[in-house]
């Protein structure tokens, strides 16, 4: 938290605020941008600061442009009529925002993921152009780092969608634009209210330590080494109904990787992949990484089988190690693994290696479509790298350094592990009814299912995330690197909810001492404890699947999802609740932060997961099944993480997402969130102003200059927007003033404005007792929802030490007139204990209307099925 500041230092402030702009210094100051900030990571340190996810932040908001549909229903980009916020000479603006901040993820899909006819995107940073580039050009990587793989992807790498990973920040403005309309779309951004520590994004910054760092998702601990780390391990049996407490930590420390295997579950059967095969003369060969204290390398083969008597020489740095050799058929569809055992002498003291097969016989050719790589460490089998071939993981191979001479085939395969299905489905029990349980300093703040809190609430199936992994693989194991800290006492517990016996269960955990964090947990309040909040039920007709509800302050990173759908295979769309948009409330708004455009779509993907599975940093879609292994119908499990595009909370968060078009159809859904937090708020209401009673605008010294006043009787955007409320509304097309009353311990006060939106492009430049405090702009508009909440934050150095601040409201030229109905005023300080207030923010002199969603009527702007090219959006 920013300390308290004396009214001397204000004035002074002020007086160097006042200089600052007459002597126009711009970009680089250099000590405002190196400045302290409560803003959380910036720029690439978003990803080389990873140890310091924990921290929880200030004034500052994550939001998101996208091309949701306005209307609440459906058509969120399939004629692009949401997909811009204008058109002008220059293309689509797709997002814009004048002030501070950083934007942290871009995606796109059209056109089944390839984006060529979106022509360029441009992405202008004060007033600075840091990209212009055809965007097909940029999500295939030809633009070099740091616009390479895996911080951007195109849609063979995502399945059907395309990402920009790379956080730019910003500290004056920021211009999206595409060429032509891109029809869906998002664009996630942070805000801050000033641009204290917020460094200038700079493109030659190839950033290839954050590359690299990437390129090892799910394989290796992001975070930078802790010195003194020790491990705890433990291995138990754990009887139906009973818990096992698998280690207990005393603090001060930091819980830095957790490590879980359980020897009698099995992968998940039925696989689809993509590889390549080579014939007489031919070889494969790549770069891979490998533990340097290994003794001993395991490299394992996916094949399909139904080629006979397959062999190739397996070579390590040019010699010879082993041979790959298989007989005969074991049956149609049916994929296999072999393993060679790599001998310490290739590979002791290595950190890459480099594999070639050579070719030597066959009664066809000789196929490959993905290599593990595992090294023995310690006595322990641990994944260093994978090699995932074929026409849709092109990012992969070029990784790897892949090449193949004559090539005989590529191709794709849906076969499945010849598993039996007895223990398919037993494991697939124990991994949803066996719970991880984490209680820190007595409190319990992880209870999830193995299986999802690993990433994958399915079955076993393989899951690479820069946070945790799933190793489907022969003494695989599942890992978790979210960074935990806590002050006294950690206990971590398995609880066997699954009616069967699990034995031998080992377990590692990682740890190591850290005194700072006592201060930071209880005094200050800085750090937040590590929170997976699982639910899992029948979806509810009308209403969004909550993926978590909390009161509090924290940061969201992610969540992993479980979707069982109820439509039986013979409908047209039996995946229909796939088109449900996400939805999230920050801080007790009634409007959300983030609106997006369809459930593949939030997971980085498109249309239906175009290709199957795919592996990205901050997201995956790790399972799909149908009619089988345990699934009755249409079955999806996928995650994303939210890394450079965290959302930051103050008082409490609201995140869900809709089942189907209206949230209306039927499925079992379950879900486990990332985030820390801590129970106290740091948003606390100082003020309430209503521009439509006179005795209101007295208190506040309330003038408005071309003032009409009007009747609104409309609903918001996003789950509440079948709630009808009715109020009086003012709209101004000159300056208007007020004064608040804050708290003089502030470090940043923030304005939210409830407000009519029939109008697009309410824009005011805002005024803190005569001094620019920024732009307050609402760009979207909406005819059909016409209530919005949305927020200014006045920054610290115009508000701390202050009993009250004076408002001044003054129209941008060629804005839309500004509305207002309500104003809540909220001042940002110290942690604090809410005692039961409500953090919603419902605006004075509204009526409602019962909630009542009513029946769901399709029209022809609102396509919904494949042939119309639904893209679930």
Not at 135 to 162: E, I
Not at 777 to 799: K, M
Request: charged letters at 20%; aromatic letters at 10%.
């Amino acid at each position: 938290m920013r300390k308290k500041r004396r009214p001397l230092l204000s004035a002074l402030l002020l007086a160097v605020v006042a200089m600052t702009a007459a002597l126009e210094i711009t970009a680089p100051e250099i000590a405002a941008q190196n400045a302290p900030s409560d803003k959380g990571p910036l720029g690439w340190a978003s990803y080389r600061q990873l140890d310091g996810m924990a921290a929880l932040r200030g004034a500052s908001e994550t939001r998101q442009f996208s091309s949701y549909d306005r209307s609440g229903r459906n058509n969120d980009g399939f004629d692009g009529k949401f997909s811009c916020l204008r058109q002008d000479a220059n293309g689509c603006v797709i997002a814009e925002r004048t002030g501070a901040g950083e934007i942290g993820s871009i995606w796109f899909t059209r056109d089944e993921g390839v984006v060529s006819r979106t022509g360029w995107i441009k992405i202008d940073l004060d007033g600075r152009t840091v990209l212009n580039a055809p965007l097909q050009d940029v999500v295939d990587g030809k633009l070099g780092a740091p616009f390479v793989w895996p911080l951007v992807g195109n849609r063979d790498d995502t399945s059907g969608g395309v990402v920009i990973k790379v956080p730019m920040p910003f500290r004056k403005s920021m211009r999206v634009t595409t060429q032509n309309n891109p029809l869906f779309h998002h664009v996630v951004y942070r805000s801050f209210p000033d641009a204290v520590g917020v460094p200038a994004f700079d493109p030659a910054d190839r950033a290839l330590d954050v590359v690299e760092k990437l390129r090892s998702f799910g394989l290796a601990d992001p975070k930078p080494a802790r010195p003194g780390s020790h491990t705890t391990r433990s291995t138990v049996d754990i009887e139906p109904g009973a818990t096992a407490r698998i280690a207990e930590l005393s603090g001060p420390a930091r819980i830095s990787q957790l490590r879980v295997r359980l020897p009698d579950v099995v992968p998940g059967p039925a696989v689809d992949d993509d590889g390549r095969a080579f014939g007489t003369g031919g070889f494969s060969a790549f770069t891979v990484a490998v533990h340097p204290r290994n003794s001993g390398v395991r490299v394992t083969r996916r094949f399909d089988p139904e080629i006979e008597k397959q062999r190739a020489n397996l070579v390590i740095d040019g010699r010879v190690a082993g041979q790959w050799y298989h007989e005969s058929k074991i049956g149609p569809m049916t994929w296999a693994d072999q393993t060679l055992d790599v001998a310490a002498s290739f590979t002791a003291g290595k950190s890459k290696i480099v594999v070639r097969n050579e070719f030597v016989s066959s009664t066809v050719d000789y196929n490959e479509f993905r290599y593990d790589v595992h090294s023995l460490v310690d006595g322990s089998w641990v994944r260093t790298d994978v090699v995932d071939l074929g026409q849709n993981h092109l990012s992969t191979e070029a990784a790897h350094g892949y090449r193949v001479e004559k090539q005989a085939w590529q191709g794709r395969r849906h076969f499945y592990y010849p598993i039996d299905p007895a223990l398919v489905t037993a494991s697939d029990e124990v991994l949803a009814g066996a719970r991880l349980r984490i209680s820190f300093d007595g409190q319990t703040t992880v209870d999830a299912p193995i299986g999802e809190f690993f990433g994958s609430g399915l079955g076993e199936y393989d899951v690479r995330s820069l946070m945790f992994a799933m190793d489907p693989g022969k003494d695989g194991w599942y890992t978790s690197w979210w960074p935990m800290p806590f002050a006294e006492r950690a206990v971590v517990e398995i609880v066997n909810g699954s009616g069967r016996r699990i034995p031998g269960v080992a377990l590692e955990v990682t740890s190591a001492a850290d005194p700072t964090v006592v201060t930071a947990l209880r005094a200050t309040g800085s750090l937040g404890y590590f929170n997976a909040t699982h639910r899992r039920s029948a979806t509810e007709n009308g209403n969004d699947w909550l993926f978590m509800d909390a009161s509090g302050r924290g940061v969201f990173y992610g969540v992993t999802h479980t979707m069982r759908g109820k439509l039986p295979l013979a409908v047209e769309v039996p995946r229909l609740y796939l088109e449900g948009d996400e939805r999230a409330y920050a801080d007790g708004l009634l409007t959300p932060i983030q609106h997006g455009t369809g459930t593949e779509d939030f997971y980085e993907s498109g249309w239906y997961f175009r290709t199957g599975a795919f592996a990205m940093p901050l997201a995956g879609y790790p399972a799909h099944e149908i009619g089988g292994d345990g699934c009755q119908f249409d079955c999806t499990g996928a995650y994303r993480l939210m890394v450079p595009d965290a959302i930051p909370f103050h008082t409490a968060l609201r995140f869900g997402i809709e089942h189907g078009p209206l949230a209306d159809v039927p499925a079992d859904y379950s879900s486990t969130s990332y985030w820390y937090g801590q129970r106290q708020w740091t948003l606390r209401e100082t003020d309430r102003l209503n521009p439509t009673d006179l005795a209101s605008r007295a208190e506040h010294g309330y003038t408005a200059v071309g003032e009409t006043v009007g009747k609104v009787t409309s609903s918001f955007e996003g789950d509440n927007d079948h709630s009808v409320a009715s109020g009086q509304v003012t709209a101004s097309t000159g300056r208007v003033g007020f004064k608040v009353a804050v708290e003089p311990g502030n470090s940043g006060v923030q304005l939210v404005r409830t407000a009519d939106q029939a109008r697009s492009g309410q824009q005011v430049e805002v005024l803190v007792d005569g001094v620019p405090a920024g732009t307050w702009s609402q760009p979207y508009g909406n005819a059909d929802h016409r209530w919005v909440q949305d927020s200014f934050t006045v920054p610290a150095q115009l508000s701390a030490g202050k009993r009250s601040l004076s408002i001044t409201l003054r129209p941008v030229l060629g804005s839309a007139p500004w509305s207002a109905s309500d104003y809540h005023v909220r001042s940002f300080v110290a942690p604090f204990a809410p005692d039961g207030v409500t953090a919603q923010v419902r605006p004075q002199g509204m009526d409602w209307s019962p909630k009542d969603r009513g029946p769901m009527v399709r029209t022809e702007r609102d396509p919904i099925s494949p042939k119309k090219g639904t893209t679930g959006g």
